[in-house]
């Protein structure tokens, strides 16, 4: 597959979406390791650069009807914690949504603009949902987007690669965690 992804501006925060204990451990197309190592793998390379990482966790619904069944009732001790391999580290930002996406509902816009950034790149869990709602939320708000599609996952193998070939190149560009990290240190001036 060719690469898509051409740059990086000089202020790009990576955000990581739902990588967290009730999450990692559901049935999903591709081992959550090598996808939790990748993103482990782009989070210390934006924080050795200065670079923000924003870690995101869900913790219920957006409330409304829906055809299908949503889960009811509290969630297990320590589901919404995010996952200790994601090393967080004190200047990240950590937001807790309640809706597919980042940036519904939550001030993740506001402290990343508020730290300069115009481009974001974006792993996590799961691809049709969580980071495509979040990609198509920070295209929406006038951020740059690039996906790691290596460091992303579904639990249905047709939502992931619809997303990927479909959707995620109409939001930004699209490449590997090591695309992105050997991108890193030539971001453009």
């Known amino acids: 597959m060719p ?3 051409t740059m990086l501006d000089p202020k790009t925060a990576l955000i990581v979406v739902d990588l967290q204990k009730g999450v990692v451990g559901l049935p999903l197309v591709h081992p959550i390791g090598a ?4 993103a482990r793998a782009l989070a210390d390379a934006f924080r050795a650069r200065g670079l ?3 870690l995101v966790n869900v913790v219920g619904g957006a ?3 829906t055809e299908q ?5 509290p969630r297990p001790e320590g589901w919404s914690d995010l996952i200790p391999e994601l090393n967080r580290q004190p200047d990240d930002i950590v937001v807790t949504k309640r809706t597919w996406g980042a940036f519904a509902s939550t001030d993740l816009e506001a402290q990343l603009k508020a730290r300069g950034v115009t481009q974001v ?3 996590g869990v799961a691809t049709a949902t969580g980071v495509e709602s979040t990609a198509r939320q920070a295209y929406e708000q006038g951020f740059n987007v ?3 599609i290596d460091a992303m ?3 249905r193998p047709e939502a992931h690669d619809y997303s990927i070939s479909n959707i995620f190149p109409r939001l930004g560009e699209t490449g590997t965690s090591q695309d992105i990290i050997d991108l890193l240190p030539k971001r453009s001036a």
């Open 3 to 5: 690469v898509a992804l």
């Open 35 to 38: 996808v939790v190592a990748r």
């Open 52 to 54: 923000p990482v924003a």
């Open 63 to 65: 409330p409304g009807r």
């Open 69 to 73: 069944p949503r889960p009811t009732g």
């Open 121 to 123: 790149a974006i792993a």
């Open 146 to 148: 690039t996906l790691a």
């Open 153 to 155: 996952t579904d639990r």
